[in-house]
C-alpha cells in the first residue's frame, strides 16, 4: 500500500516562501496523478494544485495561481509544492495524495484514494 508523507510545513511571515514535499512509499507515483489540498479550521478541504506523474501535465487553483508551482522528481519519487508570496490565508493543513483522476476532476479530491497525514503552513500577517 502506497503511504504518502509531506514535510516542509512550518511558520512564515506574510510574502515569505515555502517549499512542501511530498514522498512516497510502498509504491511509486507512476501512472498517478499528485494532488495537494489544503484545509483551513472550520472550513471544508480545498484543491491548491496537481501534477500528472505521465506527461506532467499541472493544474492549479485561481487563488494561488501564479504563487505556488508543483513539480516532480522522478529521481526522488517525489512531489514539491513551491510557495511563495504566501498571505494569511494560505494558513492551513497541507495534504498530500494520489490517484487516477480524470483532467477534468483534478480538484475533486474524491478522486484520490491515498492521503498523506499533513503539514500545517501558518502564515503570520
Known amino acids: 500500500q502506497v503511504q504518502l508523507v509531506e514535510s516542509g510545513g512550518g511558520l512564515v511571515q506574510a510574502g515569505g516562501s515555502l517549499r512542501l514535499s511530498c514522498a512516497a512509499s510502498?509504491?511509486?507515483?507512476?501512472?498517478?496523478?499528485v494532488g495537494w489540498f489544503r484545509q483551513a479550521p472550520g472550513k471544508e478541504r480545498e484543491f491548491v494544485a496537481a501534477?500528472?506523474?505521465?506527461?506532467?501535465?499541472?493544474r492549479y487553483a485561481d487563488s494561488v495561481k501564479g504563487r505556488i508551482t508543483i513539480s516532480k522528481d522522478n529521481a526522488k519519487n517525489a512531489v514539491t509544492l513551491r510557495m511563495d508570496s504566501l498571505e494569511p490565508e494560505d494558513t492551513a493543513v497541507y495534504y498530500c495524495?494520489?490517484?487516477?483522476?480524470?483532467?477534468?476532476?483534478?480538484?475533486?479530491?474524491?478522486?484520490?484514494?491515498?492521503w498523506g497525514q499533513g503539514t500545517q503552513v501558518t502564515v503570520s500577517s
Open positions: 495524495a494520489t490517484g487516477r483522476p480524470i483532467v477534468s476532476a483534478f480538484s475533486d479530491p474524491q478522486m484520490y484514494y491515498y
Open positions: 510502498g509504491g511509486t507515483f507512476s501512472g498517478y496523478t
Open positions: 501534477i500528472r506523474w505521465s506527461g506532467g501535465n499541472t
